[in-house]
């Protein structure tokens, strides 16, 4: 087992622990592997491409008030 509290590692934990640790309550390992890290990973870059992707909201409106002006 890894220890969190030497070295650079509560650097990493601070952060990301808090997040990690509600999902581990809805979602338990799948065959010994946590698969928390995974999900952030994916529930973030999907909220970034709603948001600023190339179809994002945040760029359907830049690309309206560019072509209003």
Sequence with gaps: MLDLTKGIWP????PT???LSLTRK?????GGVDVTPVIWVGLTSLLRELLVG????I??????TQSLN
């Design 26 to 30: 809805v979602i338990s390992p799948i």
């Design 17 to 19: 622990e808090p997040f």
């Design 59 to 64: 760029s359907q409106i830049l690309l309206k």
């Design 54 to 57: 190339q179809q994002g909201v």
């Design 11 to 14: 650097l990493v934990t601070w």
